[in-house]
């Protein structure tokens, strides 16, 4: 039965993990695509105060922001639980391959850094994401009409420094991630069952 939940969080592992790299990547790559699109098409929003003309070298940024925002922010809800559940099955993986006993087979020191590696990339994640939530609420202050251009430019640097910041945050968490998931089969693991022949004797 251990060896069975030993399986089961190993697949648990593998899936979290797989899934998360899959829709941080592909989350990316569509907000991508939505800035590029609408450059494309010259697209421009019909919504005040973004389409005042003042904001006219901007407008395509709008609309590509606006569909990035909701974007990152229901996406990156769903990798934030994904890479939890991927850290807990790692956690608890070593304690059920010591209660199912048997023959260990693999690596300790890849499993160390594997360790090292998953945990990184959680807490990068989890500054990243808090990074963006931040700037999806400070984003409208951008285009804030109430507010001097002098002060709407200083928002604007800063809303481009933690830009940046989260790219590096996410970036370093998704190869982190990857690294773990790649080196999985070296670390240390429990060795499959011997075959047992007719008479329940080992076979070779």
């Keep these: ?32 695509e939505a800035f590029d699109s609408s450059r494309k098409v010259d697209a ?9 003309p003042q904001f006219v070298e901007t407008a395509n940024e709008v609309v590509a922001g606006f569909m990035a925002q909701n974007m990152f922010k229901n996406g990156g809800m769903v990798v934030v639980v994904l890479i939890g559940i991927a850290v807990l099955s790692r956690f608890a993986y070593p304690f059920l391959v010591a209660m199912a006993g048997g023959v260990q087979a693999g690596s ?4 160390g850094l594997q360790l090292t590696a998953i945990i990184f990339c959680a807490v990068l994640m989890l500054g990243g994401t808090k990074q963006m939530l931040d700037m999806n609420r400070d984003w409208p202050g951008l285009y ?9 430019q200083a928002r604007r640097a800063d809303f481009d420094d933690a ?20 080196i999985s089969p070296w670390c240390q693991r429990l060795a499959d069952a011997p075959l047992q022949s007719g008479d329940g004797k080992e076979e070779s």
């Design 1 to 32: 039965m251990t060896r069975h939940l030993v399986k089961s969080c190993e697949m648990l592992w593998y899936t979290s993990l797989g899934l998360f790299l899959g829709l941080q990547a592909g989350t990316i790559l569509a907000v991508v």
């Design 44 to 52: 421009s929003p019909g919504l005040s105060p973004y389409n005042d």
């Design 163 to 182: 830009h940046k910041t989260s790219e590096r945050f996410i970036g370093i968490a998704w190869f982190a991630g990857a690294f773990a998931l790649v």
């Design 144 to 152: 804030d009409l109430q507010v001097d251009q002098a002060i709407r």
């Design 108 to 111: 300790k020191k890849l499993s």
